[in-house]
């Protein structure tokens, strides 16, 4: 090329009669001026051959476009030429003048030449740094498929590859790109097996990321076209910076992507039931309230047994039955005017619109037929008993509807109305819980209490329960007495849980003559007014007072100090429960004149525990110096007796002294029962607070450790 230009160049010149000569001519000669037109054009020849055969070597070795390569620097190019050209003149003229000057022309070409090399490297350096913080911002997206793609192209046009392959996920997805450096795009986006060859390239670099990180792993491959293509030193620092952005970027929209996810299964999960896919309750009532029009007629359904089925069959078959019955549920009403969804753990809602009322009752009849008809399971055939409430109202008024229909169904289950649809047009006033409670069925058994040192049967406990429905038999105590806020209906329960017992304790009082009797009784019941009517009952069942005690389980709720000295004068006792669990504890110990105290169930079967045996040994202490006698529930074994009487407890119960028993079983029980004595002779443990205070501490306290 320096043969070709320079003969091109002296071609143009000698055109001009500038001939090679080591005279000087003088200024303003026609010799000096045809030189000066001469010149220019004879470095546009030389500029012309230069890029022409430079841009044509570059397009065979790269096998980019010829366009692309010119358009490449051209800037930078241009300045190049005129610098040139500019550097080349005063050379000229200066030699033309003085040819001395050409001793310091190699000099001058040198240091011009290591100039300009380095503002070319300085300034290439900034552009590809440039580009790199460029790409690096368009990485810090959110969208994994987006970075894939924003990186393959930019490697592409960051390194002037042919082609860059980012895989991730151990060869699952490979995304390639390709094309000129100003012009890149993704050709390729699938798994790594089926990406096809590139050809007349090789994958010269090589550059994994993702080691040490916790989202995807990956590598990236950058192609070039010829065979001696290798990235500078500063290329590769540029390639190590870009593949551990990359690596964080890929990690962030990983991250983004699973809350994406998540958010979208929180997003159903608040408009769907998780199970069946029907809408929840809330869902269920926007949609009608949207759509609907007219009257709606409200269906609540109840699978009665289904909670026992679950417990049998085990939850997976459970949900086989549940979907099953949902499917049931879906295609019962047969078109479009009607919504489906599940209101709660074994309850589903049925409301339709635009149907007259007749016929919305024919259909919750047979859906609800349908849902009692067998289902094949893996366990056999299973039968579900479904009952259901309807009410009809306004679309407007859905939601009260609803609630009227659970009210009207929940009614029906509780008298055991074995009917498939109990239906109530208009609002369904719900009962007070107070009266239910009255007038539902109780039953009572009794529990023996015992002295622990004797295994005497001191005391017989009551234990109450409600028959509130078919399915649901409820313990009265301070769980069902605190939803209960009507006083005269909470009075009237105490009194029926009292009087029931009196009752059945007929059976047994012969055997059991001074067997006290313990009832369980709301604390916020006892009032001047109760006291004066549970006196009429104890003489009406003649019964002494002193045979009866009252067990309180609220300190929240105590009776007044009237209350409790009115009933120490008829005799009857009091016995503070649950000692330990309740907040106040301690405070209701000063609160009322008791007898008695029994201490929580977790403490007393947990008196093993350390914790524990500091309860009951602050409880015994108490009781000591209250002159109240301390009793352990829930004892299995000889060894928990032992170790409570130890504690300083005086009595207990539980299945070790026969548990649980009917009426009708407590006399023969006290009939059979011999008591035994603890055959080491333990002695509980008797403390007075004022020998505490005036003995040393650790002697009292190797003394209270036995």
């Not at 009082?509 to 604390?523: D, F, G, K, M, S």
């Not at 007072?545 to 120490?568: I, K």
Request: charged share 20%; aromatic share 6%; with cysteine.
């Amino acid at each position: 090329m320096d043969v070709v230009t320079a003969a091109a160049a002296g071609s143009v010149m000698y055109a001009f009669g500038a001939q090679p000569g080591f005279t000087e001519h003088a200024l303003g000669s026609p010799d000096l001026l045809r030189q000066v037109v001469a010149f220019p054009i004879a470095a546009v020849a030389v500029l012309a051959l230069e890029e022409l055969v430079t841009m044509t070597t570059v397009t065979l070795a790269t096998r980019r476009p010829f366009l692309a390569v010119l358009r490449h620097l051209w800037r930078t190019r241009l300045i190049v030429a005129v610098g040139e050209t500019v550097t080349a003149g005063i050379v000229a003229v200066v030699t033309g003048l003085d040819l001395r000057a050409l001793i310091a022309l190699p000099a001058v070409m040198l240091i011009v030449h290591l100039a300009l090399t380095y503002r070319l490297r300085i300034r290439e350096e900034r552009r590809a740094w440039e580009d790199l913080a460029v790409l690096s911002d368009a990485l810090s997206a959110r969208d994994l498929e987006f970075v894939l793609r924003t990186a393959a192209a930019g490697a592409v046009r960051l390194f002037g590859a042919r082609a860059a392959d980012i895989e991730v996920d151990g060869g699952k997805r490979l995304v390639r790109a390709g094309g000129d450096a100003g012009d890149a795009r993704v050709v390729y986006d699938g798994p790594a097996s089926d990406a096809p060859d590139i050809v007349e390239s090789r994958p010269t670099v090589r550059s994994e990321f993702g080691d040490y990180a916790t989202g995807l792993h990956g590598v990236v491959r950058l192609y070039f076209g010829g065979a001696g293509d290798e990235l500078s030193a500063r290329e590769r620092v540029t390639l190590r910076t870009f593949t551990a952005t990359l690596a964080t970027s890929l990690d962030n929209a990983h991250a983004y992507d699973l809350l994406a996810q998540e958010a979208r299964r929180h997003e159903v999960a608040a408009t769907q039931d998780q199970d069946t896919g029907l809408f929840n309750r809330r869902t269920l009532l926007s949609r009608v309230a949207e759509i609907a029009t007219g009257t709606c007629h409200v269906v609540a359904v109840r699978l009665e047994n289904y909670d026992f089925l679950a417990d049998q069959i085990g939850r997976d078959a459970a949900l086989t039955l549940l979907n099953e019955l949902a499917g049931r549920l879906c295609h019962a009403p047969g078109d479009s005017g009607s919504v489906v969804g599940r209101i709660g753990d074994a309850e589903f809602a049925l409301i339709m619109w635009d149907v007259p009322q007749d016929a919305a009752y024919q259909r919750a009849y047979w859906t609800v037929a349908a849902l009692r008809r067998p289902v094949a399971t893996d366990q056999g055939v299973l039968n579900v008993r479904a009952s259901a409430g309807m009410t009809s109202g306004a679309a407007a008024d859905v939601a009260e509807l609803l609630d009227a229909a659970e009210q009207v169904m929940w009614r029906a289950i509780r008298r055991e109305q074995d009917r498939l649809v109990s239906y109530q047009t208009g609002p369904a006033h719900g009962r007070a819980l107070d009266r239910d409670l009255v007038d539902a069925r109780m039953s009572i058994a009794y529990e023996p209490i015992v002295d622990l040192t004797t295994g005497r049967i001191v005391m017989m406990q009551s234990v109450p329960r409600i028959l509130y429905s078919r399915h649901d038999v409820l313990v009265a105590d301070e769980y069902i007495y605190q939803l209960v806020m009507n006083q005269d209906g909470l009075e009237a329960l105490a009194r029926k849980v009292i009087t029931r017992s009196l009752s059945a304790a007929v059976t047994w009082r012969e055997a059991l003559p001074q067997a006290a009797l313990v009832v369980p009784v709301p604390a916020r019941a006892l009032t001047p007014r109760f006291v004066d009517g549970l006196r009429e009952l104890l003489r009406n069942h003649a019964v002494a007072g002193s045979s009866l005690v009252l067990e309180l389980a609220q300190p929240s709720g105590l009776p007044s100090r009237d209350v409790t000295d009115l009933l120490r004068q008829y005799g009857v006792r009091l016995l503070l429960g649950n000692y330990g669990s309740i907040q106040g504890s301690i405070q209701a110990l000063n609160a009322a004149t008791w007898s008695f105290l029994r201490l929580d169930p977790a403490y007393a079967l947990d008196a093993g525990w350390r914790p524990a045996q500091a309860v009951i040994r602050a409880a015994a202490d108490l009781a000591i110096d209250l002159d109240l006698a301390v009793i352990a529930p829930g004892i299995t074994v000889e060894e928990e007796r032992h170790e409570l009487a130890r504690l300083g407890c005086a009595l207990g119960g539980g299945p070790l002294f026969g548990g649980e028993m009917f009426p009708s079983q407590v006399r023969n029980h006290a009939l059979l029962w011999q008591p035994t004595a603890l055959h080491d002779g333990a002695q509980i443990v008797r403390l007075h607070r004022t020998r505490w205070t005036t003995r040393p501490r650790r002697a009292v306290r190797q003394r209270h450790d036995g």
